[in-house]
């Protein structure tokens, strides 16, 4: 071949090399256009690199040392293109049929060489063209490429799926380096190993890794939106989401929330034998610090029943409506037929009463659109909200209508929307509340889905271990962050220590 440096040059003749990069550039440009002629016809078939200045002299090569990758995984893989960066140069010269450098004097012949090369499979790239490039002798990346796919099968690598490749170089063939092994995981629990037995032959074999659940933490802080401050504190972006949508029955997050304050959330990954996170992690239970209570959710699946998030007290934190639509007030009238007392003859009492002091601010049953708000005859002072096409709410008698609420606008659970009065045809004050389905008064107190659901019979039990459960790993279960800081520099990490969680993947 010829003295440019092999991929598989050894660090150390790194100095020699950079001048021999040289030679063959000025030797191209001196002696022959032939040589460029062939340069351009390869440059054009390395579309990747032909935009590049045809004999531009490299700089001292990075990739030489780059190559040689002592730990592969943290590393980027090295992509194919800057891989071929030095090769025109040698397939131009090749035509002068260069004979190949003799080690010189300051080369120490060395030692049979063995380095891991990590790289990575460009678009149209096969294995057997890869190690082409990387010089790999033709019957050997023959025999490996057709090993590798007999244990692949019908599949196909993707293009960017990372080889890691363990190799050598012998002294007498520094040109021809072996693959001494090439492994590629395309799944994190399947890996395929292609290795070179001492015959020189390949042998294939496939190695699985069992995946089992790992619960881990994620503590952080509020900067900017809760969902982007827990993703980079290390919870995936769907954990966040769902974490955010189970508190939101809960909090106002415009009043509520403020930057600074603490949140927790528990995972619950996926990971390999050897400690891969094949999945990044399934909401478990989470935890919000507010500026005077702490909110917090709990997964749980009732028997027979739909996976949802629950407080501690095992309600379920969905509420389609609040059970009574202010603090503090007693029923005094149901729904249902009685003597008027205003016009002293029996008739439906199409709502249910509720009495409090005048002035007691009335809060919105539920997210909707405010449709009606003004004096409404015998009702008062009168709001009405549309929440969904078929439900609706209507509060009457209030003395005042709540700031900002008029018809078309939206409000919130939980918003004030009147405050309690005696206005139309009212004995005292009292709020008088409609529930309207498909345009008919219904009792408020019966509507089921108006009501949180709450874990009950067996569950109740069951539901509090785990919560007691997830609420005591929230403190105490690995965090995230250290995980990653400890698995991060090592490739082949010890047996990790398994925590117990498998009692968790069944119990919810
Ligand atoms: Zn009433």
Redesign the pocket.
């Known amino acids: 071949m010829t003295d440019l440096p092999s991929p598989s040059d050894r660090p150390q003749s790194a100095k020699s090399d950079n001048f021999a990069y040289f030679r063959p550039v000025l030797f191209t440009i001196g002696v022959s256009g032939l040589a460029m002629g062939a340069l351009l016809l390869s440059h054009r078939s390395h579309p990747e690199i032909a935009s590049a200045p045809p004999v531009a002299p490299r700089m001292p090569p990075p990739p030489v040392t780059a190559f040689v990758l002592p730990d592969p995984e943290p590393v980027p893989p090295l992509s194919m293109a800057e891989f071929r960066d030095g090769k025109p140069l040698a397939l131009g010269l090749q035509g002068f049929q260069m004979k190949p450098q003799e080690p010189t004097a300051d080369a120490e012949p060395a030692a049979s060489d063995i380095y891991e090369l990590t790289l990575r499979l460009e678009k149209g790239d096969t294995i057997e063209k890869m190690l082409a490039d990387i010089d790999v002798a033709e019957a050997d990346r023959k025999e490996i490429a057709g090993k590798l796919q007999s244990l692949l099968k019908k599949r196909r690598l993707a293009t960017g799926e990372t080889i890691d490749l363990t190799m050598q170089t012998l002294p007498d063939q520094p040109d021809a380096p072996r693959v001494l092994s090439l492994s590629v995981r395309p799944q994190p629990e399947r890996e395929y190993i292609v290795t070179r037995k001492d015959d020189g032959s390949y042998d294939a074999d496939e190695k699985t890794y069992k995946v089992s659940p790992r619960i881990v933490r994620v503590e952080a802080e509020r900067s900017g939106s809760l969902q982007q401050s827990g993703v980079k504190a290390g919870a995936p972006s769907a954990a966040m989401v769902e974490f955010v949508r189970a508190l939101s029955y809960d909090v106002d997050f415009q009043r509520e929330l403020k930057e600074g304050q603490k949140f927790t959330v528990l995972l619950e990954q996926l990971v390999t034998s050897d400690g891969k996170v094949t999945h990044p992690g399934r909401l478990l239970a989470g935890e919000l610090k507010l500026m005077k209570r702490t909110v917090t959710v709990i997964r749980f699946r009732p028997q027979g029943g739909a996976e949802g998030f629950y407080n501690p007290q095992g309600e379920n934190v969905v509420r389609s409506f609040l059970r009574t639509p202010m603090d503090a007030s007693r029923i005094t009238?149901r729904f249902g037929m009685r003597e008027h007392p205003i016009l002293g003859f029996s008739a439906l009492?199409?709502?249910?009463?509720f009495g409090a002091p005048t002035g007691t601010p009335i809060l919105a049953a539920g997210a909707g659109r405010v449709v009606a708000a003004g004096p409404n005859a015998g009702y008062g002072l009168y709001v009405k909200l549309q929440h969904t096409n078929d439900v609706a709410t209507a509060y009457?008698h209030m003395s005042r209508i709540g700031p900002g609420i008029k018809p078309g606008v939206s409000v919130r659970q939980g918003q004030v929307i009147g405050f309690v009065g005696s206005t139309g045809q009212s004995t005292g004050p009292?709020l008088?509340?409609e529930f309207h389905r498909n345009g008919r008064q219904v009792n408020p107190l019966t509507q089921k889905f108006a009501m949180r659901g709450a874990v009950q019979g067996k569950d109740a039990a069951r539901f509090q271990t785990l919560a007691r459960q997830y609420v005591a790993q929230m403190k105490n279960a690995p965090a995230v962050s250290d995980l990653n800081a400890k698995t991060a520099p090592k490739k082949t990490s010890q047996a990790r220590q398994e925590p117990a969680t498998s009692q968790i993947a069944k119990s919810d």
């Not at 009492?349 to 009463?353: F, K, L, N, Q, T």
């Open positions: 009238s009492h199409a709502g249910v009463d009457a009292h008088h509340y």
